[in-house]
């Protein structure tokens, strides 16, 4: 079979199944899910052992590090897999909501009701459970979806994928409601990203040249972000040990991850004591500080910062950029010039500095007095996530089931005519 053959029959495939999975029950759909949670558990020795493969793979073509812990699966991370998607079936059901209905002025009934988007492609790297993510959140919210993971997770997401597609045979559901590319050509993906006439959404999960690649070839809509460049700033009003405590884990916690705070922003009437006992913890762990001159005076541990653009740059590791500002006016100054739209977190006792922050910040997530780990589908309650949207137009922030929903006008009539 030639790539453009097979890209046809991918698209057929995908077209059809999302035509039977409108109709699914609420109940159908999550028992589905929940047998899904049932397999992984089961199969857990044999995902490991695909995954192993993959990682060794990995280091031997010298992977960085934070790509090799997105990559990594324990018992432990496919338990937990398992939990969001039996999250994921509690959900509420995201289809055939009523959004709003009133009586137009011919006496007809006018609704508007949420509907599946369709066909979803989605295209990520390496971290395995994505491929879990996907097709729960894509099935749940009545989409199919054409799976695309990294070169490096090939074993793990064939694997994943066929748990779930045993789960929708053994329902007598159409299996090509999840579908995985078995290649890593690229070209595969450049022909996918021109079906607009069979796929409805393009969702890329990834580093940024992954995204803005698919961005520039798509005829097809994408939701996306490019980096996760979060801030935290530091008020003179903020506790400090709450501060610390703060910083310590929006930077440590999972430093690869597009949630990890990447710049680190503390109001200069804090002082320089004040300033050294907030990074100390982070400095024991081996975080490297690059700062602007009055960071690097406060702090002597920092090194200088290159350049002002490397205020934009997405370390993913235990890595931060630092700079001394004036006051809260300032600080979001800087967000605004540097932020990729994705978090920032103001740490402030003081009311008025807290909503300045709130109201000038224009991100997908705006926090106060929290990490910016928060940010993320799971821990928002959607039960996981396709994918932080930095977009405006149509989902914005964590991606739930909700985001993979459309919704469609219904008129109901006697008779009526224009």
Not at 23 to 45: C, D, F, K
Not at 143 to 161: D, M, P, T
Request: aromatic letters at 4%.
């Amino acid at each position: 079979m030639s790539k453009i053959q097979y890209v046809d029959q991918l698209a057929k495939n995908v077209q059809r199944a999302s035509r039977t999975l409108r109709a699914l029950s609420t109940e159908t759909r999550n028992q589905v899910l929940r047998r899904v949670a049932e397999l992984l558990r089961m199969e857990t020795p044999a995902l490991l052992v695909a995954n192993a493969n993959d990682v060794q793979s990995a280091q031997q073509q010298g992977i960085s590090k934070a790509m090799l812990d997105r990559l990594t699966l324990t018992e432990a991370r496919v338990n937990d897999i398992a939990t969001a998607v039996e999250e994921i079936a509690e959900l509420p059901d995201p289809l055939n909501r009523e959004l709003e209905a009133r009586t137009m002025a011919n006496g007809a009934k006018l609704s508007r009701v949420s509907t599946p988007i369709g066909a979803v492609l989605f295209i990520y790297e390496s971290r395995p459970n994505v491929t879990i993510d996907g097709a729960a959140l894509c099935f749940k919210s009545g989409n199919a979806v054409i799976l695309r993971g990294g070169k490096e997770s090939v074993a793990s997401s064939i694997a994943l994928a066929e748990v779930f597609r045993k789960a929708l045979r053994e329902a007598k559901i159409d299996v090509d409601a999840v579908q995985l590319v078995n290649t890593v050509d690229r070209e595969v993906v450049s022909l996918l990203l021109q079906r607009n006439d069979a796929l409805d959404l393009v969702i890329p999960r990834g580093g940024e040249s992954l995204i803005r690649a698919v961005t520039e070839q798509s005829k097809i809509p994408v939701i996306k972000h490019y980096k996760g460049i979060c801030h935290i700033y530091v008020d003179q009003s903020a506790k400090l040990d709450m501060a610390a405590s703060i910083l310590f884990n929006a930077k440590t916690q999972r430093p690869s991850t597009c949630n990890t705070v990447e710049t680190l922003l503390f109001d200069e009437r804090l002082g320089a004591e004040s300033i050294r006992k907030l990074v100390k913890p982070l400095l024991e762990k081996g975080v490297e500080l690059f700062g602007d001159q009055a960071s690097c005076l406060a702090i002597p541990e920092a090194k200088p910062i290159a350049s002002p653009e490397q205020y934009g740059m997405e370390y993913l590791e235990l890595k931060a950029s630092v700079r001394v500002v004036k006051n809260v006016q300032e600080a979001v100054d800087h967000i605004e010039t540097y932020s990729s739209r994705h978090t920032d977190s103001v740490v402030a006792e003081d009311s008025a500095v807290q909503e300045y922050f709130l109201n000038h910040v224009d991100s997908s997530s705006v926090m106060v007095n929290a990490s910016t780990r928060l940010a993320d589908g799971g821990i928002y309650g959607l039960g996981a996530e396709v994918g932080i949207s930095t977009d405006k137009l149509h989902a914005r922030g964590p991606m739930g089931v909700e985001s993979l929903c459309s919704y469609k006008w219904i008129v109901r009539g006697n008779g009526q005519l224009r």
